[in-house]
């Protein structure tokens, strides 16, 4: 089982970024799919989920209106599309899957997203 997050990096507040997490070992479609972030000296959070069939999703209200998570069974892969950034959504952004429903079995390692002011 993988799951490898890609498309992190440095932005301008205001700025936008995509997010991608491909998922390898495991029957993609069966399992719902999280976006989680971790800021320095903070907990990790959720921050927007997506089910197995794409249908019905959840963000955060700290997100919601700028984020939108979407997802490819076809090609195994979840997307975080992140608009209007600001500094305070600095953390490493990881992916999660969940068979079926939380809690999350599989995790990946994380990609970083800065955004400077």
């Known amino acids: 089982v993988q799951l490898v997050e890609s498309g992190g990096g440095l932005v301008q507040a205001g700025g936008s970024l995509r997010l991608s997490c491909a998922a390898s070992g495991f029957t993609f479609s069966r399992y719902a799919m999280g976006w989680f972030r971790q800021a320095p000296g903070k907990e990790r959070d959720v921050i927007a989920t997506?089910?197995?069939?794409?249908?019905?999703?959840t963000y955060a209200d700290s997100v919601k209106g700028r984020f939108t998570i979407s997802r490819n069974n076809a090609r195994n892969t979840v997307y975080l599309q992140m608009n209007s950034l600001k500094p305070e959504d600095t953390a490493v952004y990881s992916c999660a899957a969940a068979y079926l429903a939380p809690p999350y079995n599989y995790w990946g390692q994380g990609t970083q997203v800065t955004v400077s002011s």
């Open positions: 997506i089910s197995g069939s794409g249908g019905s999703t």
